[in-house]
């Protein structure tokens, strides 16, 4: 691949995930100082994970069969900038705001796995260059993050919401001129079970994959306790750094997830090949637990910051060692014409099942967690840490190094196969 094509794949992304992470990350701080909907933020974030049920399903069979794909993500991405134009405006009725928030998030969603199809596509012949070329989606998130953070107020302001309109009006309008992915000439027989992707699965390994899929599925479960509450937790205990005239406020500080995320993307390919896929997702898995304990055990004091900060930076180095590896590992693991389905199934799983099921125990557990008053957030971060420390023992017991000579034979040209 030329440099041009990497150049401008690294670019969407980079739009991408400025667009996506400059009003989710303050969003719960958001709803509840500005709106006082301090109730629904669970609910709120639950609308990504239902917009992944609902839409990249139908879309990944759409652009394994109708469309190019970068066609049609560019079509959802000027669908979500109509959304996000609105939802400032609704500050009134927390039922249409939620309604536009998921009517946004159901045509923003499908752009994710859409952009991981059309990078691995065009990145066909050196995929080792694909986690370089997505680490552009990271340094956006960490611009946007740091641009939010250090503006006085603006976190808790319309500003996110705005800006993220006009970057998904952007983005949208770029899309359109990237290189073309067209869907397979001989696309499979629409089946019932491939409205949902499951299908993809029977044309792979069968054990590893599954675990895999189950294993994220899980992970993403208490992840949901960090995406819906971190913010806030951070705003509680006035976390907050001074850089002479300037002040870092939590949502600047939460960009050393992203920077962490960055730290390991860029060497993926080469920790993979030197102790396999299993033991990265493992890392990730054991990164995690670490995280929470030390969001738990945070003192409220000046030292309770290098906690914080470390437990956010681990939060990012488990991210890149279980959601950008698998990325990669199951496109490669599923046959050309599979693809976009496969990507939509792993979307679905991290950001639909996984994350409603999460915002739900997440918005439980800070219901229960503040009876008396003032949340206990000790209390709060424990159950998650428990959660990860069950799926690492799932993963490791059920999990095998081994892998036919027919996976790994498909895994070359992205990562090598796994020792024995």
């Avoid at 997505?134 to 993050?145: D, M």
């Amino acid at each position: 691949m030329h440099t041009a094509p990497r150049v401008r794949l690294a670019l969407a992304f980079f739009l991408q995930f400025a667009t996506w992470g400059i009003w989710t990350v303050p969003l719960g701080a958001y709803l509840s100082v500005t709106r006082g909907w301090g109730d629904i933020v669970g609910l709120a974030y639950a609308m990504q994970g239902v917009a992944a049920v609902i839409s990249p399903l139908i879309v990944g069979l759409l652009a394994d069969r109708s469309i190019s794909a970068q066609k049609l993500m560019g079509r959802l991405y000027l669908g979500a900038a109509a959304f996000m134009f609105v939802m400032p405006e609704l500050t009134n009725n927390r039922v249409l705001f939620l309604a536009a928030l998921l009517g946004h998030f159901i045509c923003f969603v499908p752009t994710l796995p859409l952009a991981n199809t059309i990078g691995l596509t065009l990145v066909a012949h050196q995929k080792r260059r694909f986690p370089a070329v997505r680490a552009f989606g990271t340094i956006g998130w960490i611009c946007v993050g740091l641009f939010v953070g250090l503006m006085p107020g603006a976190a808790t302001s319309d500003l996110p919401m705005t800006i993220a309109a006009w970057g998904c009006l952007a983005a949208g309008v770029y899309s359109f001129t990237l290189p073309d992915v067209p869907p397979p000439d001989h696309p499979a027989p629409i089946r019932f079970t491939a409205l949902f992707g499951v299908d993809v699965l029977r044309h792979a390994d069968s054990r590893n994959l599954r675990v895999f899929l189950v294993t994220a599925f899980c992970a993403v479960v208490p992840l949901a306790f960090y995406y819906g509450y971190g913010n806030i937790f951070l705003n509680q205990v006035r976390a907050h750094i001074r850089f002479g005239p300037l002040d870092a406020g939590p949502t600047a500080l939460q960009t050393v997830y992203q920077m962490a995320e960055l730290a390991v993307l860029l060497p993926l390919p080469i920790l993979v090949r030197r102790v396999g896929i299993g033991s990265v997702i493992a890392t990730g898995l054991i990164a995690w637990v670490c995280s929470y304990g030390q969001f738990a055990l945070a003192p409220r004091t000046d030292s309770g910051l290098t906690f914080c900060l470390l437990a956010t930076a681990l939060q990012g180095i488990s991210y890149s060692c279980l959601f950008t590896a698998g990325a990669i590992y199951i496109d490669s693991a599923c046959q050309d014409a599979d693809c976009a389905r496969a990507q939509s199934l792993f979307s679905t799983i991290t950001m639909g099942l996984g994350p409603v099921t999460g915002a739900v125990m997440a918005s439980v557990t800070f219901s229960e967690t503040q009876k008396l008053g003032a949340a206990d957030w000790r209390l709060f971060w424990v159950v998650p840490a428990c959660l990860c420390v069950t799926v690492l023992m799932y993963f490791l017991l059920r999990f095998r190094g081994r892998r036919k000579a027919s996976e790994a034979a498909e895994l070359k040209g992205v990562f090598p196969a796994e020792e024995a």
